[in-house]
C-alpha cells in the first residue's frame, strides 16, 4: 500500500525537488555535463592559440582552434539556454502544485482559522510568498551542480597549469566561505521578519476594501493611512536590513573574489619574468581564474536564494500548520445515508476567550421533527446551529445525527445529510445556475453511482417552492434578446408579442408605452427616440450617436444640434446642482443621465461656460453635452422638461432619420417592426413592443402575470426560466435582493434534499409573503420528512413548529410546544411581550 | 440656426414640482435646501387607479407618499370585515415612519378615485440622510414632536371617550 503523503505543511522544502520533476531533473544533469565540458575547452584554445598557433605562425592551426573554441562558445551558450528554459518549467511546475497542494489544505482548514487570521494573508502566501521556495526548487539540482562542477573544472585545470600559483589563486574560496555565512544569518532573520509583516500587510489592506464602506462613511481615510502608514514603515526598515545585508554578501565576495587577479599578476608575473610560466599558461592561467568568478558567484546567488525560500516556505507552512479535527472524505466508503435523528447532549461552548456561549444544552429530535430556537440577541441561538452543523468544533458535550457522534463524521457524511442556510449566505461569482447547483455538484463526487443529479424539473419545482421562480423568471425577461443565443424562440416570442396587443392591449395601455411611430417615447432616450429601432452597426448604438460624424451633420441639418447641446448644458446645470457632493454611488446616480466618473467632467466645462459661450466650448466638450443630452429620458430623468414643442421637432426628425439611413447607410439600424425581434433589446420589452411605464408599480405586476401567462400558452416559459438561470449574480451576489439572496440560499440547499436542515435565520430578509410561502413549504412538504432546526427572530412564525426551545444566556430554559410555552407564561410568553 | 446659448423656455420639471412640494411637507421642515433636493430628485411619481392599493395590512413597506392629487382610503382588517379609517386628499404625507426603519403596515391603503403620489422609498431616503448626518436631530425631533402631539391631542380631545384603551395610552413614553 502506497505511504500516505504528509500534508503539504509538514513537507520539507527538499522533498519538491525530485517529486514530479524526476525526468527534467535527468534532463538537466546530461545538459550540465555538456555545458561544463564546453566551458573548460575555449581556455585550452586560449593557450594553444598564443603557445601553438601565433608561436609557431601556424594559420592552419589557428583556424582550427578558433573553430574549437566557437564550436564550443555556441554549444556552452545553447546548453545555458536549455539549462535556463528547464529550470524556468520545473520552478513553475512546482509553483503551480505549491499552490494547489496549499489551497487545498487551506480550505479544509477549521472555519475558526478563518475567524482569526484576514483573508489578505492567505492571498499573500499563495499568491506572493510560495515564488520565492519554488525558484529555488527550479535551481536546487542544477545551479549548484553546474557551477561545482564547472568549478572543480576550472580549479584542477588551474592546478595541472601551475600548481603554485593555483593553491595560492584559490586560498581565498575557504576566507570567503567563513565570512558570508555569518553575513546572510541576518538576511534570513531580517526575511523573516518581512514574510510576517508582508502578510499581516496584505490582511490590512484587504480588511480596508471589505471594510470600505465605513471608511466613506465615517470619513475615516486619515485612521486607515496612519494604520497604513506604520506597517509601511515598518516594512520599509526591515527590507532596508534585509537588502544591506543581501548586499553585503554581495559585495564581500565581490571583495574576495577581486583579490584572485591581484595575486596571479603578482605571482604569475614573478614566475614568468624568472622563465618558470610560459606566457600562454599566464594568460590561461588569468582566464581560467577569471572564469572561476562566474561559477562562484553563481552559488553564492544559488545560495542566497536557498536562504530566502528555505526562510519563506517555513514562515508560510508553519502560518497554516493547523489541524482540521474533523475528516473531510469519508475512509473508502460513499457518505452515509443518515437518519434525521437529532441529539445534542450536555454540550457547552467556550470561547478562545474563555466566554461561555452555550451551557448544558441537552435536547433530542426525531426524525421530521421541527423545532424553532427563539431568545434574545446573543442568548447562543446562531452558535447552537453552527455546532450542529460542525462550523463550531465541539468539545465539551455531544451531538449525534442520525446516532452517529458528530465529531467522527467527516464533513462530506455532514453535507451529505444536513443542509445549513445561513443569515447572510455567499454567493459565488458565476451565474444562478452554478450557485443553485452548487452544493449538489459538491457531493457528486463521493455520490457518484448512488445519487442521482438534480433535472431541470426538480430545479424548477425548487425555484417554485423557494418563491425564486418569479425573480428567475423576471431576469430572463430582463436579458437582452441576442440573436446568437436566443434566435430559437424569436418566433414564439412575436407570438406572445401579437397575443398580447390582441388581447391585453387596451387594458395595459396606460401601463405599457408601445412603440408607436407617431409618438415620442417618454421611457426611451432621446437618442433612441431618434432612432426608434435597435442599431445594427456599432456607431449608430445610442451611446455611440454622438461620435458619429453623419448622424452630428443630421442633426446640425436638422436645426437640433445646438438645441441638443443646450439640453445638455442644462442637465449637467441640474446634475451637478444635486449630485455634486454625494458619493459615486449607484443608490444617488441611477435617475441620473450622467455617470458619476462623467461629473468631473462637467463641472469643469460648466466653470468654462461662466467664462465663454457654448460657442467657444471645445469640439469634444460639445460632443459630451449632446452626448448627455441624447441620453436623456423624461420618464427616468426627472430634472428637466422638454417641451411639447421640442418633442414634436424630434418626432418629425425621427421620419426623416429613417428615411437617410434607409437611403444612405441601409442596414445600420433594425427599425422597430411589430412583426420582428428588436435585437439587444429585454426579452420583455420585445413581448410588449414597448417599455414599462415606472409611475404605476402595482400594475407591472399583472402585466407580469399575463406575460407568464401567455409563455406558458406558447410553451415558452422553461426556456425564458433557462435563460435567467444564466443571469450572472455579481461579487458576492451583488446584483441579487438580500431577499433574492436568501431565496437561493434556501434553493440550493433544497436541491440536494437534506435529512436535517438547520436554517439560521434564514428567511429574516424576506418579505411577508416569501416567508409566509418557505414556513407553508416547511410544514406541507418537509415535516415528518426533514428534521428541522430553525433560528427565529419573528415569533409570528413559529406556531407550526413542533417544539420550541426559548435561549437565554447560554442556555435552553424552556421547551415546549407553542401552545405549551404560552399557556405555562414562561419566558416564551416574556419575548413575545405579553408580560 | 439657433444658438446653444439662447435658452430653452424653462417650464417646471417633475424635480422642481417635487422639490416644492416635499417644503411644504411638516416631516421635511426642517430639512437645509440642499438635502431637500436631493429626496426631490430620489422622489418618484406614482399613478394609481381607482380600488388600486398603495399599501396592504400585515405588508413590509418602505415607502412613503405624498398626494399630489386624487383621494386615498386607509382601511384596517379585522375578523373578515374591513373598516374605513380616514381619507386623503392632495397636500397629505403619509408613511413617514417608514422612512426610518422597516415597520409593518397596519393598514391598507388604497386610492378611492384616480391618484398621483409623490413617492419616496426608504433606502434612497437613509442613504441621501446619511450625507447629511447634522439633520438627524432635527428629524427625531420632528417625530417625537408628530409622537407627542398626537398623543397629547388624543389625551385632549378624545380620553374621554375612549374606555377600555386608557389603559393603552403613553405611546409618546416609548
Known sequence: ?835 | MNSPGNAEPERGSEYEENLELLRQIDFFSGFPLESLKVFAYLGARQRFRAGEVLFEQGEEDATAFSVIAGRLRLERESGGAVRTIRRFEAGAFIGGLSLLGPCRRLYTLRAEEATVCLALEREKFTRALEQFPAQMPRLFQTVVNAIVGWEENFLDEMAEDCGRCIPRLGVSLL
Open chain 1, 1 to 835: 500500500m502506497p505511504k500516505p503523503r504528509p500534508p503539504i505543511v509538514k513537507r520539507s522544502l527538499a522533498s519538491w525537488v525530485f517529486e514530479g520533476n524526476l525526468p527534467w531533473q535527468a534532463l538537466l544533469l546530461v545538459l550540465i555535463a555538456v555545458f561544463t565540458a564546453t566551458r573548460v575547452l575555449p581556455l585550452e584554445m586560449q593557450k594553444r592559440i598564443v603557445n601553438e598557433a601565433i608561436g609557431r605562425r601556424e594559420v592552419d592551426l589557428l583556424f582550427a582552434y578558433g573553430a574549437t573554441y566557437l564550436a564550443a562558445v555556441v554549444l556552452s551558450n545553447a546548453c545555458k539556454y536549455g539549462i535556463q528554459v528547464i529550470e524556468t518549467l520545473i520552478a513553475q511546475r512546482t509553483l503551480a502544485r505549491m499552490r494547489r497542494a496549499l489551497l487545498e489544505h487551506i480550505l479544509r482548514l477549521p472555519v475558526g482559522f478563518f475567524r482569526e487570521n484576514q483573508p489578505g494573508s492567505v492571498v499573500n502566501a499563495v499568491v506572493n510568498e510560495l515564488a520565492v521556495p519554488s525558484n529555488f526548487v527550479g535551481a536546487a539540482l542544477s545551479t549548484p551542480v553546474a557551477n561545482l562542477l564547472t568549478l572543480l573544472a576550472f580549479a584542477g585545470y588551474l592546478l595541472w597549469l601551475n600548481p603554485l600559483l593555483a593553491v595560492v589563486s584559490l586560498a581565498i574560496y575557504p576566507a570567503a566561505m567563513a565570512v558570508l555565512p555569518f553575513l546572510q544569518r541576518g538576511a534570513n532573520r531580517a526575511n523573516q521578519k518581512r514574510v510576517d509583516l508582508a502578510r499581516t500587510f496584505s490582511g490590512r489592506i484587504a480588511e480596508s476594501f471589505q471594510g470600505i464602506h465605513e471608511i466613506h462613511g465615517h470619513a475615516a481615510f486619515r485612521i486607515e493611512q496612519r494604520r497604513f502608514a506604520e506597517l509601511i514603515e515598518r516594512l520599509r526598515k526591515v527590507r532596508v536590513v534585509w537588502g544591506l545585508f543581501r548586499y553585503g554578501v554581495k559585495s564581500a565576495n565581490n571583495f574576495f573574489t577581486s583579490l584572485g587577479p591581484f595575486i596571479v599578476f603578482l605571482l604569475g608575473g614573478w614566475l614568468a619574468i624568472r622563465g618558470e610560466l610560459e606566457l600562454g599558461a599566464l594568460v590561461a592561467f588569468l582566464s581560467a581564474q577569471e572564469k572561476l568568478y562566474d561559477p562562484w558567484k553563481e552559488l553564492i546567488e544559488f545560495y542566497q536564494v536557498y536562504q530566502d525560500g528555505k526562510v519563506t516556505y517555513r514562515r508560510t507552512m508553519e502560518f497554516f500548520d493547523v489541524e482540521s479535527p474533523v475528516q473531510i472524505d469519508p475512509p473508502d466508503r460513499p457518505p452515509l445515508r443518515l437518519e434525521g435523528k437529532l441529539e445534542v447532549r450536555r454540550l457547552d461552548f467556550v470561547t478562545e476567550a474563555g466566554i461561555r456561549l452555550l451551557q448544558d444544552i441537552q435536547l433530542a429530535l426525531r426524525p421530521g421533527e421541527h423545532l424553532a430556537l427563539v431568545g434574545f440577541s446573543g442568548s447562543g441561538k446562531s452558535t447552537l446551529a453552527l455546532c450542529m452543523a460542525q462550523l463550531h468544533a465541539v468539545e465539551e458535550g455531544r451531538i449525534f445525527l442520525g446516532g452517529h457522534d458528530l465529531t467522527r463524521l467527516s464533513k462530506m457524511d455532514i453535507a451529505a445529510n444536513l443542509g445549513l442556510v445561513s443569515q447572510h449566505p455567499f454567493l459565488f461569482e458565476g451565474t444562478l445556475r452554478d450557485n443553485l447547483l452548487y452544493a449538489c455538484e459538491a457531493l457528486a463526487p463521493a455520490q457518484a453511482g448512488t445519487a442521482a443529479p438534480p433535472t431541470l424539473d426538480d430545479i424548477i419545482a425548487v425555484l417554485h417552492q423557494t418563491g425564486l421562480f418569479a425573480d428567475v423568471l423576471q431576469f430572463g425577461l430582463n436579458t437582452p434578446f441576442d440573436p446568437a443565443r436566443h434566435e430559437a424562440i424569436a418566433p414564439g416570442l412575436i407570438r406572445v408579442r401579437r397575443k398580447f396587443q390582441e388581447k391585453f392591449g387596451a387594458r395595459f395601455g396606460e401601463v405599457v408605452e408601445f412603440y408607436d411611430a407617431a409618438a415620442y417615447l417618454e421611457y426611451s432616450s432621446i437618442a433612441e427616440n431618434l432612432l426608434f429601432g435597435s442599431a445594427r452597426r456599432p456607431e449608430f448604438e445610442p451611446a455611440r450617436l454622438a461620435a458619429n460624424d453623419w448622424m452630428v451633420d443630421f442633426l446640425a441639418r436638422e436645426a437640433l444640434l445646438h438645441r441638443l447641446v443646450n439640453v445638455g448644458i442644462r442637465l449637467a446645470r441640474q446634475t451637478v446642482d444635486i449630485l455634486g457632493n454625494l458619493p459615486p454611488e449607484r443608490v444617488f446616480f441611477a435617475q441620473s443621465p450622467m455617470s458619476a466618473e462623467e461629473l468631473p467632467l462637467f463641472r469643469r466645462t460648466l466653470e468654462q461656460l461662466r467664462r465663454r459661450s457654448p460657442e467657444q466650448l471645445s469640439r469634444q466638450e460639445t460632443l459630451r453635452l449632446l452626448e448627455l443630452a441624447l441620453r436623456f429620458t423624461p420618464g427616468t430623468h426627472k430634472m428637466l422638461e422638454l417641451g411639447d414643442e421640442f418633442r414634436a421637432r424630434l418626432l418629425a426628425a425621427r421620419a426623416r432619420l429613417r428615411r437617410e439611413i434607409e437611403g444612405n447607410v441601409p442596414g445600420a439600424v433594425a427599425f422597430y417592426d411589430p412583426e420582428a425581434v428588436v435585437p439587444s433589446q429585454p426579452i420583455l420589452k420585445n413581448i410588449l413592443f414597448g417599455n414599462t411605464i415606472a409611475a404605476r408599480p402595482r400594475m407591472q405586476e399583472q402585466i407580469l402575470q399575463t406575460v407568464i401567462q401567455l409563455l406558458i400558452e406558447k410553451d415558452l416559459l422553461e426556456a425564458i426560466v433557462g435563460i435567467g438561470m444564466e443571469t450572472d449574480v455579481g461579487t458576492q451576489g451583488d446584483k441579487l435582493s438580500g431577499g433574492q439572496r436568501q431565496k437561493l440560499a434556501i434553493a440550493r440547499v433544497l436541491l440536494k434534499s437534506p435529512r436535517i436542515l438547520i436554517l439560521d435565520e434564514a428567511t429574516s430578509a424576506l418579505d411577508n409573503r416569501s416567508q409566509a410561502r418557505i414556513q407553508n413549504l416547511l410544514e406541507t412538504r418537509w415535516k415528518g420528512r426533514c428534521t428541522v432546526v430553525a433560528v427565529v427572530h419573528r415569533l409570528d412564525i413559529i406556531g407550526h413548529y413542533d417544539r420550541i426551545a426559548v435561549m437565554k444566556a447560554g442556555k435552553i430554559v424552556e421547551i415546549g410546544s407553542f401552545a405549551e410555552l404560552m399557556a405555562r407564561k414562561g419566558a416564551l410568553y416574556e419575548l413575545a411581550g405579553k408580560r
